[in-house]
């Protein structure tokens, strides 16, 4: 072996240890890119296969005779003599181009299938269409559709994101995460409590609204260990970790229940539950509460009992005591189905599913003044008259914790059961 083979398979080999691609990647590499150079030449034969002895370093070209059929006939030697000048030229551009293409690959191939985990990043650039990520060697993307609504983002900042999909393109893998997919919430909770990572504890179930609160029911395998208890961690301090994550997103932990009725009760807390009645045709379950309890059952602009709907996978349908008494007294009214529409003079009316003349929001809230409060979506919101007419968890329930005393629903929530950062 010459003295400039072997610095040659020294160097070879050096840059494959440095950016862990094989030699043999790189050897045939350099092999095809050769038969390209090669063909330029004057009077090169028009098939040719360039080989590379990997012990030795010697490159050699053999010019190839086909047939019809494209099997070998005839072979012979044709190595050009300055070959060897034209190899290291060509061995300095494709070792760079697989170096780079390698690199990609490895990129993605660390990153592909982590669908779902959750990593740690550095603000580098925001926009109002999105935000880069430095995550070390790649870039994230923090689309404007994945962020938590009035959070900002500080260049510079260290960033916490919930990988959503992994893309492969010509530039290297492209990795979009998330700020306001509920994965995030449980992987923060995976890092945060071990009995979660370890297995021991599960999240069954989460419902979140970006930005401002969630619910996460868990569950223990081992009955020795409280799942609520090992999630808010003494004095609260995992789920506090987990809330200044989230930049002050309120956190409830709830125990999962494979009965409804508890399940129901609990995703409903801080809120105290009198009775829950299952519908299982329709999917609804109506939850009795006390009069004083209602709007924390409700919760702000419905928020409450819409995460506990969508917790639960029921159809949340809010009563007070005396509600229900009036309903089952023949005093309460209910309204054929339909939905709310504006009319020509711009007013939202209830029109009925089977025809007929519409009602505005005054008579409807006169009519259903003693009617229940359902946690559905499907009644518009624009106004809190309209909402609050229009009989719907949301914007009854903003009236009424308006109404409440700030300190009232603060001590209910307190001496409610379970936990809830």
């Not at 401002?212 to 004095?235: E, M």
């Not at 709310?340 to 003079?345: D, L, M, P, Y």
């Amino acid at each position: 072996m010459s003295k400039t083979n072997f610095e040659f398979l020294d160097a070879l080999s050096q840059i494959a240890r440095d950016k862990g691609i094989s030699v043999d990647t790189l050897l045939d590499a350099l092999a095809n890119a050769l038969v390209a150079a090669y063909k330029r030449r004057p009077g090169a034969a028009e098939e040719a296969v360039v080989t590379i002895d990997p012990e030795s370093g010697e490159i050699r070209v053999y010019g190839q005779e086909l047939d019809e059929d494209g099997n070998v006939i005839r072979e012979w030697d044709d190595t050009p003599e300055d070959f060897g000048r034209i190899a290291a030229q060509t061995a300095k551009q494709v070792i760079l181009q697989r170096i780079r293409e390698a690199e990609r690959d490895l990129k993605y191939e660390e990153y592909a299938g982590r669908e779902g985990d959750i990593v740690t990043g550095i603000v580098q650039q925001t926009d109002n269409r999105y935000t880069l990520l430095d995550l070390g060697k790649v870039e994230a993307l923090l689309p404007q559709a994945e962020q938590v609504p009035y959070e900002r983002y500080e260049h510079g900042a260290r960033l916490k994101a919930y990988i959503v999909e992994v893309r492969k393109t010509t530039k290297g893998p492209q990795i979009v995460v998330s700020r306001s997919h509920p994965g995030l919430v449980k992987r923060l909770f995976e890092l945060e409590v071990p009995e979660i990572s370890s297995g021991v504890v599960e999240i069954k179930a989460a419902a979140r609204e970006p930005g401002h609160r969630t619910k996460i029911a868990v569950w223990s395998n081992d009955p020795n260990v409280d799942p609520v208890g090992a999630c808010v961690g003494a004095r609260g301090s995992r789920v506090r970790m987990v809330t200044n994550e989230l930049r002050g997103e309120r956190i409830d932990v709830v125990p999962f229940s494979d009965d409804p009725v508890d399940f129901i009760q609990a995703a409903l807390q801080p809120a105290r539950v009198r009775e829950v009645r299952l519908d299982d045709v329709t999917g609804t379950a109506t939850v009795v509460v006390s009069d004083y309890q209602l709007s924390l059952a409700i919760g702000k602009e419905g928020q409450n009992a819409r995460l506990a709907a969508r917790l639960t996978g029921w159809r949340v349908d809010i009563k007070s005591e005396t509600q229900l008494a009036e309903e089952e007294a023949g005093l309460g009214e209910e309204w054929a189905e339909g939905e709310w529409v504006e009319n020509e003079a711009g007013e939202m009316v209830w029109q009925p599913a089977e025809g007929g003349e519409a009602v505005s929001a005054a008579e409807w809230s006169r009519a259903a003044a003693g009617g229940g409060t359902e946690a559905d979506e499907t009644a518009p919101t624009t106004t809190a008259e309209e909402g609050a007419a229009s009989g719907d968890g949301s914007a009854s329930g903003e009236a009424e914790v308006s109404d409440a005393p700030e300190a009232e629903v603060s001590e209910v929530a307190e001496e409610a059961p379970g936990g809830t950062g």
